[in-house]
């Protein structure tokens, strides 16, 4: 498990470093083009579902998913899983994002090139929305065994938040805040991130175990 956790960080890391390289040089690459105007040519109901999507991963909403998460967390004696959850949000939406953004600085999408549905403020790489996602949901993910002992009801859940992940994903492209290479690029970052956060909860779990029982 060890193995596989380091070469998920690795790859992660390697693939979002290769990334940035590239998107610091390039405003977009083709396929960003390609991908963004094949989306938004879907119509209909799916716009509404993209909203909703973006929204959640929104500052005010994801400050208040991760804060009501962390709470609940530290309220049923989960002490380590609530500090990973709110500080592993925090670290990568607030200082990691930020810096790469600055650091790659990639304009946003123009509606010169493709349809822009919503207001997006800094640069463009990574997506941070998607970063975030990865982040919270994929942790709960990991995390959903030990909340629930009902298998079925796990099953759902991880569906549920995969799904949520992917339509995050989506949703930022299709609504022209993003290219596709700024989506991979949070996916990348957000894997990284959550790859640490796992190897960490792994590590400390065993300590948080015992002063659990010896309190």
């Not at 959640?56 to 998913?65: C, R």
């Amino acid at each position: 498990m060890k193995r596989l956790q380091i070469g998920l960080l690795a790859s992660s890391g390697s693939a979002l470093a290769a990334l940035s390289g590239l998107a610091h040089r390039s405003l977009y690459f083709p396929i960003d083009l390609q991908v963004s105007l094949w989306m938004q040519k879907f119509d209909g109901l799916l716009l509404p579902a993209m909203h909703a999507a973006s929204f959640a991963g929104s500052l005010i909403p994801a400050t208040v998913i991760v804060v009501s998460l962390a709470i609940w967390l530290g309220k049923t004696n989960r002490r380590l899983e609530a500090i990973l959850t709110g500080s592993s949000n925090v670290i990568s939406s607030l200082a990691i994002v930020p810096a790469i953004k600055l650091l790659v600085a990639r304009p946003r999408p123009t509606a010169d090139l493709i349809q822009v549905m919503t207001a997006s403020s800094w640069d463009s790489f990574p997506s941070g929305h998607v970063a975030y996602a990865v982040v919270c949901y994929g942790f709960l993910c990991y995390l959903l065994p030990s909340l629930s002992g009902n298998k079925a009801v796990v099953r759902t859940l991880r569906a549920l938040l995969a799904v949520l992940i992917g339509l995050t994903f989506a949703s930022r492209i299709y609504l022209g805040a993003h290219w596709l290479s700024d989506a991979l690029g949070g996916l990348f970052l957000g894997g990284l991130v959550l790859t640490g956060t796992v190897i960490i909860y792994c590590h400390y779990l065993p300590r948080f175990s015992k002063r659990g029982q010896n309190a």
